[in-house]
């Protein structure tokens, strides 16, 4: 059988060639597995996984995996491959069989810090299954933290009860949750515009950090899962306010984790999409200095797809997006006072933490790709103001809003994602060149006044 054919066959839409290819089936008789799924490595030192398996000695099969920024990768043994790429330009690791029958490939990774992070399979022709792999450096050491921190932590679980009371900085944790946060303040640096030098300052945050005792961020570390799977977070507020830990739609105790204390929620992921997570408390105030972040839930099958029959992309991202109210909010809040929320004028806006300059030159947020990759991203909107975001080049397709998956996927070139909410869409690129993702009111562009130093990314086509 031809390699058209094959291509046919497998994405094959028509009756006639649909009863050719039911006519050979057996030529399916290839099979991939992963040597782990879960990589556990102190940083500088080096951990590998390897993928191996059969083709059926007729076509090649392809693999891929984005990169994640923070790890690097290198090349480990490998045989009976056509193609073994460690691309950082496209920012993904390409495996392709050979026809030779049995084939792997090893890939080593290291880190020169801490996180948590998943290689996000973006391509499988052969079946995988778990097909991400989650990398691990540094943390998942249970233990003790906090320089001055009180007792141990007490029993966790289920209902959540609190970690142990404490003095006045750093709590402890249990060490037993699956992920753990840190509630502390931090700093976002805003880079200034290259074409006249303004708008570089930093701006003052509360955010959650999964390093012990580093800054807090924005947003937030990205928690990943599986649909069907539980995942446990153990929240330690370093913070000298009271916090709290909310998942829509996930994880609705709302309870104050006071200074020097910690709390873990328990999160199962009944249903694959994106979720918002914040601190609710203090009327929209700490969730506005910064403690934000994102709920991604992938389906057990298919793990490059928004669900599990929802058309497969090439490349996944993830936009969480904000705006700040710096001088009425983060510097009376974080210098100790109380905010006026009935004020509200934001003058930043941000792109996953980041100003648009920035923003527009980051490979994890941009969608960067062939001609004819379809990137799926995935869209929260952790701000007060709605935004319109736009997409250039091409229209794209609106696949669910707030988790309503639409049945009938609408074509739009702008949506519309209001203050707190969701949305996923699939863009496909369809000619090369460089064009602007960019928001529908001109203020939000800009950041305090600097033009495309708000919400803004690149879409790049070779
Ligand atoms: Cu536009």
Same mark, same amino acid.
């Given at each position: ?34 040597? $782990? ?58 495996? /392709? ?47 003790? $933290? ?49 074409? $006249? ?29 599986? /649909? ?5 977070? /153990? ?120 100003n648009g300059f920035q923003a527009m030159g980051d490979a994890a947020t941009n969608l960067e790709g062939n001609v004819g990759d379809m990137f799926l991203v995935r869209i929260v909107n952790a701000g007060q103001f709605d935004q319109s975001l736009h997409f250039h080049s091409n229209h794209f ?57 708000? $919400?803004?990314a690149m879409i790049i086509a070779h």
């Open positions: 059988m031809t390699t058209q054919f094959r291509y046919l066959c497998r994405y094959g839409v028509s009756l006639m060639l649909a009863v050719v290819c039911l006519g050979s089936t057996s030529v399916w008789a290839a099979s991939a597995t992963l040597s $782990t799924n879960s990589i556990n490595i102190s940083s500088g030192e080096t951990g590998s996984f390897t993928i191996s398996g059969n083709d059926d000695g007729v076509d090649q099969f392809q693999f891929r995996w984005d990169i994640p920024s923070g790890l690097s990768f290198s090349k480990g043994s490998s045989s009976n491959l056509n193609k073994f790429e460690i691309d950082y330009e496209k920012m993904r690791i390409k495996v /392709e069989t050979d026809a030779q029958g049995s084939f792997s490939a090893t890939i080593n990774i290291s880190a020169s810090s801490d996180g948590n992070f998943t290689l996000v399979n973006t391509r499988a022709e052969i079946n995988l299954n778990p097909a991400d792999i989650a990398v691990i450096v540094g943390g998942g050491s249970g233990g003790s $933290t906090g320089d001055s921190g009180g007792t141990s932590g007490g029993t966790t679980g289920d209902t959540g009860s609190t970690g142990g009371t404490t003095g006045d900085t750093g709590g402890t944790t249990t060490g037993s949750a699956d992920h753990t946060f840190y509630i502390s303040s931090g700093q976002v640096d805003i880079t200034a515009s290259p074409d $006249t030098g303004n708008g570089a300052t930093s701006l003052p945050i509360w955010g959650y950090t999964n390093v012990s005792g580093g800054a807090g961020r924005v947003p937030g570390p990205i928690i990943e899962m599986v /649909e069907g799977q539980t995942v446990t977070v /153990e929240v330690v507020n370093n913070h000298n306010r009271n916090h709290n830990f909310v998942v829509q739609g996930m994880s609705l105790d709302t309870t104050a984790i006071s200074p020097g204390s910690s709390r873990t929620y328990t999160l199962n992921a009944t249903r694959s999409g994106v979720f918002m997570y914040s601190d609710t408390l203090a009327n929209g105030v700490n969730q506005a200095l910064g403690l934000l972040g994102a709920v991604i839930v992938r389906p057990s099958a298919g793990s490059n797809r928004a669900w599990a029959n929802a058309p497969a992309a090439d490349h996944q991202r993830l936009w969480v997006i904000t705006d700040m109210d710096v001088p009425r909010w983060n510097n009376v809040a974080n210098g100790g006072g109380s905010v006026n929320t009935g004020t509200y004028r934001p003058n930043y806006f941000l792109m996953n933490g980041m397709r609106v696949i669910s809003k707030d988790g309503n998956r639409y049945g009938q996927f609408v074509w739009q070139d702008t949506i519309n994602v209001k203050a707190g909410s969701t949305a996923m869409v699939l863009y496909q690129l369809n000619q090369p060149g460089h064009y602007p993702m960019h928001v529908h009111t001109a203020q939000m562009e800009t950041g305090n006044g600097v033009y495309l130093n708000g $919400t803004a």
